[in-house]
């Protein structure tokens, strides 16, 4: 609650792993979110494209930033991720929304998308449960 | 297909982002899998926990190289994640194994444990899908 | 493939358990569909709502459907499930769509709602992957 | 809390819906389920086998009294199936089990085998979330 998206950008610093990848939080409020991640020669498998955990991650975090827009402090409790095409280009993007929200625990969707330029092309979708921190579960 | 553990460790060597978190593949045979990352201060969320984007990573990994351990060379098609423990310790394990295989995909199974010394704690689980690249699907 | 709506509803017809639920198909093309299932006092659970049982069928039936307009003769390979509300009212419906169709599957979204009258709730969404017959996997 | 296979078995057949289908509890206690559902003509999908719905039925019922045995009056609030094989026989068997169980809800996994005669195959697989009645979420 009454965390705006300069409070939720304050999370994100405080995330050494989101540090790591220079992830930015673009979009934050009403139970909307958009984060980025540029692509750099650190985040590849094995065939040249970003790595399913890139995307995962990004997804991860776009249901759960979605969710904090609504309920504050949360933790993703648990999701679904469909990897539906190779991420390639030169950032990721991951735009996610709530669905339903109660008091302690919202389900959300989250979109994943590859950039390149001006392009974007969907590769991964998610669908998950994120929950209040003090609320039930935990992450 | 006529995938070893020497292979296996080389796919993973030619991911550079596995390569960024320093996973180890440690166990690689028979449809099973087990993978580590020792945990350091740039995988946090901002609770001082492994981020969740780090256990999803490594599910993901324990997925894929189990199948991969049948079908050789495999991408993730899709996985479901629960994260039921928030984790902490000196390394992430996860450990994966092959359900049901055919010749294109198989149905995995994988365990994230939070490894602190000799003691480890169950902290997500995931079931999800793997094919065979040049199979049905995409990751 | 060459699957119009009348063949889709003779394959509903050739389900007996569809047949016993009493599904309709409302809407089926272009990589969407439309089921309804009236309701009546033998699909609830002990607190009077439709039973999830019928709402995970429906929605695994919506994604079927919606990939079916687009390959053919298909089945769930998998799918997630989120039940956000209690499903009440005089029919259930689902509306599914596909987000990604390759040669041999589909990764398709489905929506499940409660209808009262003129009235809608979205109760239940689903992600998932459905597989063309003679494709990899099956269910 | 407090319930014990009678409980549970009249939680069951205050379901209409298991009624219809004919589910009977074989095994309730210590965070694991055993459920039968006795296959008949009326329980079909197109090709001859059981349909998809029932086995999701039957999974989400595996997760839900795995979990009743250890947190009471639950609801299911999402579950991931995977349907590896065409199910078949005689019966369908579902076994759930708890794998970590809060106050106020616990993640299960349940497996589903088609029963023909002495041998049983495994066909699907489930991971879920149940919710204690008056705890988070709703199904």
């Known amino acids: 609650m009454d965390l705006d998206i300069d409070g939720a950008r304050g999370v994100l610093a405080a995330q050494s792993f989101s540090v790591l990848l220079g992830t930015r939080l673009t979009i934050f409020g ?3 979110s958009e984060l980025v ?3 750099n020669d650190d985040l590849k498998q094995q065939h ?3 790595h399913g955990g890139v995307v995962s991650y990004l ?6 930033f979605a969710a904090g827009s609504v309920l504050g402090d949360v933790l993703t409790a648990e999701f679904k991720l469909n990897l539906m ?4 280009g030169d950032a990721i993007v991951a735009r996610g929304h709530v669905l339903h929200a109660g008091k302690r625990q919202a389900t959300c969707r989250c979109d994943v ?6 392009e974007e092309v969907l ?3 998610a669908l998950g449960t994120v929950v209040k921190v003090g609320g039930a579960g935990a992450a």
């Open 123 to 125: 590769c991964a979708v």
């Open 85 to 88: 095409r190779p991420a390639g």
């Open 59 to 64: 997804a991860d975090l776009g249901l759960a």
């Open 37 to 39: 991640v540029p692509v």
């Open 30 to 32: 009403d139970g909307r």
């Open 113 to 118: 998308f590859a950039r390149d330029g001006a």
């Open 48 to 50: 040249g494209f970003v």
